[in-house]
T-cell receptor, first 112, second 114 residues
């Protein structure tokens, strides 16, 4: 069982609110990722990080931002939530010695 | 264009039966192929990972095959159980960058009925 945790699991929030989705891993992995997934659709990479103070945008354009101040922590922030941000957000991590990515349980975000 | 296509999109089988899920990809260069199981509302969990030189790998009742020449993979589930109901996602990684970019299929939604 991988040790990567996301909070909250579910979030319903009003338009215009600022939100932060938390992701933490205790495996010491240097690489971390954020994916966005709509029902029945494939995962889309929105952000990734190679290590502390390293963040890059992924394939899918996103209005969210991320930070990597500590190895184990990779939070995602939306400054002003909109209904179009409603989706499931999945955090993952990997290590250069292990080719698989380990995923968190996901955060189901609904913006009303 | 690098793509991963999975079939069928959805599948319903009776408990105890076997099934095979398909994955075709056009990703190049190829590094590895993984099958993930994703329960509804949860994150994907890795089932198998295969590199270019491997053509079969098992994990309990799950057996994955890879034909790197035809760029096809299959996931065979034996003696299905109700808990096998989930989305099965094929993911292909290239070796074109340090990131080892991942290409995700849309998944096959498997439902096992009692």
């Amino acid at each position: 069982e991988a040790d990567i945790y996301q909070t909250p699991r579910y979030l319903v929030i009003g338009t215009g609110k600022k939100i932060t989705l938390e992701c933490s891993q205790t495996m010491g992995h240097d690489k971390m990722y954020w994916y966005q997934q709509d029902p029945g659709m494939e995962l889309h990479l929105i952000h990734y990080s190679y290590g502390v103070n390293s963040t890059e945008k992924g394939d899918l354009s996103s209005e969210s931002t991320v930070s990597r101040i500590r190895t184990e922590h990779f939070p995602l922030t939306l400054e002003s939530a909109r209904p179009s941000h409603t989706s499931q957000y999945l955090c993952a991590s990997s290590d250069r010695t292990v080719p698989s990515q380990f995923f968190g349980q996901g955060t189901r975000l609904t913006v009303v | 264009k690098n793509q991963v296509e999975q079939s069928p999109q959805s599948l319903i089988i009776l408990e105890g039966k076997n099934c095979t899920l398909q994955c075709n990809y056009t990703v190049s260069p190829f590094s590895n192929l993984r099958w993930y199981k994703q329960d509804t509302g949860r994150g994907p969990v890795s089932l198998t990972i295969m590199t270019f030189s491997e053509n079969t790998k098992s994990n309990g009742r799950y057996t994955a095959t890879l034909d790197a020449d035809t760029k096809q993979s299959s996931l065979h589930i034996t003696a299905s159980q109700l808990s096998d109901s989930a989305s099965y996602i094929c993911v292909v990684s290239d070796r074109g960058s340090t990131l080892g970019r991942l290409y995700f299929g849309r998944g096959t939604q498997l439902t096992v009925w009692p």
